[in-house]
């Protein structure tokens, strides 16, 4: 298995609600990722997991909280988002030698209203 | 503050045309060097990725990189697009003092016409 697999694809939630966005993956890896993607910008770091713990917080608002359950597996968890917030959310993996590169999942599109 | 530069944002070409598309870095350390692609409604994929030796790198579908450690670039090339090529390319740059951090570029949207 080579993919990082992200759920849902799409999203939409009101500014009260709560909902999870879900990444996966088999390939061993121990370092996974959350990256913001806007329309036509670069994916922006928002969290570093590795090895479970949380390495890297890039400053991100306490409405979103991420969670490694275990080493295959990483969520972000949403609550009271602003619709700024809409944007593709982006998981990716790697070894924990970071510089063989990434594995990037297809990104769940939310939309918040 | 550490940034990634790609100076083309949009590149219209020809099927057939060569491609060179710019990237240059600010970072004094050393660092791991990547070129991602994402085709129009797909994921990121990696292209090809330096971390030492050779500085010229081979990568998927026939692009290839150099590293001008002088120049803080590494420029991607093909010589003869194909207008399945058609994405945008984005470069990134991963210091390699105990971070996982990548720094992508702004893109470049590549757009070539049969």
């Known amino acids: 298995d080579t993919e990082v697999t992200q759920t849902p694809k799409h999203l939409v939630m009101g500014m009260t609600n709560k909902k999870s966005l879900k990444c996966e993956q088999h390939?061993?890896?121990?370092?996974m990722y959350w990256y913001k993607q806007k329309a036509k910008k670069p994916p922006e770091l928002m969290f570093v997991?590795?090895?479970?713990?949380?390495?890297i917080n890039e400053s991100v608002p306490s409405r979103f909280s991420p969670e490694c359950p275990n080493s295959s597996l990483l969520n972000l968890h949403l609550h009271a988002l602003q619709p700024e917030d809409s944007a593709l959310y982006l998981c990716?993996?790697?070894?924990?030698?970071?510089?063989?590169?990434?594995?990037f999942g297809s990104g769940t599109r939310l939309t918040v209203v | 503050a550490q940034s990634v530069s790609q100076h083309n944002h949009h590149v219209i070409l020809s099927e057939a045309a060569s491609l060179e598309l710019g990237c240059n870095y600010s970072?004094?350390?050393?660092?791991?060097l990547f070129w991602y692609v994402q085709y129009p409604g797909q994921h990121l994929q990696l292209l090809l990725k330096?971390?030492?030796?050779?500085?010229l790198v081979k990568g998927i579908k026939g692009f290839e990189a150099e590293f001008i450690k002088s120049k803080f670039s590494f420029n991607l090339r093909k010589p003869s697009v194909q207008w399945s090529d058609t994405a945008e390319y984005f470069c990134?740059?991963?210091?390699?003092?105990?971070?996982?951090?990548?720094?992508f570029g702004t893109g470049t949207r590549l757009k070539v016409l049969a």
């Open positions: 990716a993996s790697s070894q924990a030698d970071s510089r063989n590169g990434y594995t």
């Open positions: 390939m061993g890896h121990r370092a």
């Open positions: 997991y590795s090895y479970e713990k949380l390495s």
């Open positions: 970072y004094g350390g050393t660092v791991n």
């Open positions: 330096y971390f030492s030796g050779d500085p």
């Open positions: 990134a740059v991963n210091p390699t003092s105990g971070t996982y951090k990548y720094i």
